[in-house]
């Protein structure tokens, strides 16, 4: 599994704990709200440069592992 500590960091101190990407104080959730409203991973992070590509997709394949073992099988 994709290491959260590299990618994911919530502390009280920072957003009230809001879950944000290591090193930032943008919200995992943000990342999420745009792909859901049709941006693309490009204009994500034109917004927001304090973000890496390398921790947006990490965040993606979390996201996606998370899900995956989640699943109920059919």
């Known amino acids: 599994m994709t290491s959260t500590v590299r990618v994911v ?5 920072i957003l009230g704990g809001t879950p ?4 930032t104080r943008v919200p995992i959730k943000t990342l999420l709200d745009y792909l859901e409203a ?3 991973l490009n204009v ?8 890496s ?4 997709i990490a965040a993606l394949e979390l996201a996606k592992e998370m899900l995956i ?3 109920n099988p059919a």
């Open 9 to 13: 960091h919530s502390d009280p101190d």
């Open 20 to 23: 944000v990407f290591v090193g």
């Open 44 to 51: 994500f992070l034109d917004h927001f440069p304090s973000v």
């Open 53 to 56: 590509r390398e921790q947006a």
């Open 38 to 40: 049709g941006d693309s």
């Open 69 to 71: 073992a989640c699943a």
